[in-house]
């Protein structure tokens, strides 16, 4: 028996842009500054992957950041953590780096590689005002410490945060209750994946294998290799029918429904604070 009993639709698709970052990073912008309230908690969604070392080698070098978490999931490829915080961690294969800002740290991410292809995603979380200025935090999470579980229908799931068919992720956290998962759409054709989602939660998907379908009652959305569905809030939950060796993930969280003011690597809830970030940064405060 299904427990999502109302699928949510897809409100709109989004192209990302295609730009750079750290000292000339190609990547795709997915979730940039214009879907902030949207999305909420969520601040951006970077896809990067090439085969290329042009477009990876020169890395993200030391640089400093405030108020928020990241998250990095790294799909293929190899990249080395360091921070002021005295963090220090290999993200390789499968594994994903989950690290605080909090008050502040400045941190680098290099890749220990000189070929071949590095492919990935950075998802940048809020930190509810009362949290902003907490201690900074990091964790590396290896592959095999990510949980997975197989759906009946044979989707595998990998649960990095929140929860999916009874499977508890390798991270939770209170206030924004993320959800994220990465779905292996098994070797035929339409097999449907199924996922609760809280109707309070923003929700999107992104493809980065194949494509998909969201499947609503009476009517459905294609999806598209390296499109992202913002999915409606009308729903308790989402049901998906990938093509063959289709990969996505799904995303969701719990919006905060607090001021957002951003100035690059800084997001606090004013301008004032975000003055203070520059000012603390100059001063060395941050690592």
């Known amino acids: 028996m299904s427990s999502v009993r109302e699928a949510r639709g897809v409100e709109r698709l989004v192209q990302g842009q295609d730009t750079q970052d750290g000292a000339g990073v190609r990547l795709t912008r997915v979730l940039s500054h214009d879907l902030q309230e949207r999305l909420d908690p969520f601040l951006m969604l970077d896809a990067f992957g090439s085969d290329n070392p042009g477009d990876y080698i020169a890395g993200f070098p030391n640089h400093p950041h405030r108020g928020f978490e990241t998250v990095t999931y790294m799909i293929a ?8 915080g005295g963090h220090e961690g290999l993200l390789q294969n499968g594994g994903v780096q989950w690290m605080t ?15 071949g292809v590095m492919e990935g995603f950075q998802l940048w979380l809020n930190l509810p005002a009362k949290n902003k200025l907490c201690d900074p935090w990091y964790r590396d999470i290896q592959s095999h410490d990510i949980p997975e579980v197989t759906t009946p229908h ?3 799931v990998r649960v990095i945060a929140g929860q999916s068919h009874g499977t508890e992720g390798a991270m939770q956290r209170e206030h924004t209750e993320p959800l994220y998962l990465d779905l292996h759409f098994p070797s035929h054709e339409g097999v449907v994946f199924e996922q609760p989602l809280p109707a309070s939660h923003n929700a999107f998907v992104y493809v980065y294998r194949g494509g998909l379908e969201v499947v609503q009652e009476d009517h459905t959305c294609a999806v598209p290799l390296k499109r992202m569905a913002v999915l409606s809030n009308d729903g308790n939950g989402v049901v998906l029918r990938g093509q063959a060796n289709t990969r996505a993930i799904v995303i969701a969280g719990q919006p905060l429904h607090e001021p957002i003011a951003q100035y690059g690597p800084f997001v606090m809830n004013t301008r004032e604070e975000l003055v203070q970030a520059v000012d603390d940064f100059r001063a060395g405060l941050m690592g």
């Open 154 to 156: 044979g989707v595998l």
């Open 101 to 115: 800002a909090g008050r502040g740290l400045t941190h680098s991410e290099m890749p220990e590689q000189e070929e």
């Open 77 to 84: 490829g190899r990249m080395r953590h360091k921070d002021s």
